[in-house]
């Protein structure tokens, strides 16, 4: 059963040479779920500034916040023309076309191997 204490850490992967992935990860403890949706805040400087508690000036940060579905829980709740809609929004194909792509991919790598 999911606690409502757990907070999921956004994580990145990291070598001697620094960031191996751009693709961030989240480690969740074997007794909780992956969440369905993260809320993370946008952190922007703006143009303006304000004195800190010395009286320097410093810069005001704008805060925008903004949510990540789960596109695997997505998928299991919309019906495929809901999915393959919210996935058009996204600049993504419809998964019929997109997991096609896939497949053709996959039988290229086979062929090539095969002729190795």
């Known amino acids: 059963m999911s606690s409502e204490k757990w907070i999921p850490e956004i994580m990145y992967e990291e070598n001697a040479d620094g960031t191996s992935s751009s693709i ?3 480690m969740v403890p074997g007794d909780e779920i992956m969440p369905k949706i993260l809320y993370v805040f946008e952190s922007r400087e ?3 500034t304000e004195p800190n ?3 320097e000036e410093v810069p ?3 805060w925008d916040l903004h949510q990540y579905a789960d596109m695997n829980y ?3 709740v919309m019906s495929e023309i809901e999915y393959d ?3 058009f929004c996204l600049g993504l194909e419809s998964l019929t076309d997109a997991a096609k792509k896939g497949m053709n991919i996959t039988e290229g790598v086979r062929q090539n191997l095969k002729s190795k």
Do not use: A, I
Request: glycine share 6%; aromatic share 12%; net charge negative.
């Open 85 to 87: 809609n919210l996935r």
């Open 53 to 55: 508690n010395e009286g």
């Open 24 to 26: 961030p990860f989240v």
């Open 60 to 62: 005001v940060f704008e």
């Open 74 to 76: 997505l998928k299991t």
């Open 46 to 48: 703006s143009d303006q």
